[in-house]
DNA sequence: CAGTATCCAGGACGATACTG
DNA sequence: CAGTATCGTCCTGGATACTG
């Protein structure tokens, strides 16, 4: 067995996790860590399914972490960007990692006669 | 920019996120992933406010997704080990990584003076 | 354009009691 | 020992309508 790890009663899994669910967040933060910036409505035509309300929830959440910032342009109509933050590109490889196990995982159950 | 990755439409992240995600899911995992094999009752006095109904229910959930497996042994009174399953190890790295970042994530919290 | 405000439904989780 | 059964709560997310 490998070696190991976490004390799994000081674990900081939940933290981690406690930030990035949320029905749409890894999917707000892939489309930023692709463009980088968007404004709110480009953001919403491209993720069709979600409503105003949910994108502007998740959006807040997000920032309020730290891992997206929002920039707010003076104009009319209202202009109001959506930047990742340097910290918010260090989940890439976490999100990179899931991404592939959960390929993985579909595969995996569509074929069922994979041991191990 | 680094180089990415995955399209957003076609992620997978939210597969992996549905399985992991639960109250107790991580918490049991890392336990498994420690000591491999774990009764019923061993598993719950290490996880001493998770209550009988979430340790079954939540146990059930990662059993269906493969990560873990159930073993009767037809004695009274009755003995139910769970073990992690290899394909369930393969979940490691991302939680040790989730771990990580979510300490990281913590610290920053507690002294916001840091750029980045 | 970029939001708020309200209301509502479903599901996750907890408390408690009971059982082969 | 290792569960089930029942009931209640809260919280997430959706639908819809309105606004500076």
């Known amino acids: 067995m490998r070696r190991l790890m976490i004390k799994p009663e000081l ?3 939940d933290t981690a996790l406690g930030i990035i669910v949320g029905k749409w967040k890894p ?3 892939l489309h930023l860590l692709v463009e980088d910036t968007l404004r709110f409505n480009a953001l919403k035509r491209k993720i069709p399914d979600i409503t105003q309300r949910m994108l502007t929830k998740q959006l807040r959440e997000l920032e309020e972490e730290g891992l997206v910032s929002r920039t707010v342009y003076p104009v ?13 590109k260090k989940l890439e ?14 595969e995996r159950k569509s074929q069922p006669s994979t041991e191990e």
């Open 11 to 13: 674990c900081k899994v």
């Open 27 to 29: 999917t707000i933060l």
């Open 76 to 88: 009319v109509p209202p202009k109001v960007e959506y930047t990742i933050t340097p910290y918010g």
């Open 93 to 106: 490889p976490i999100l990179h990692a899931m991404h592939e196990w959960g390929k993985a995982h579909i």
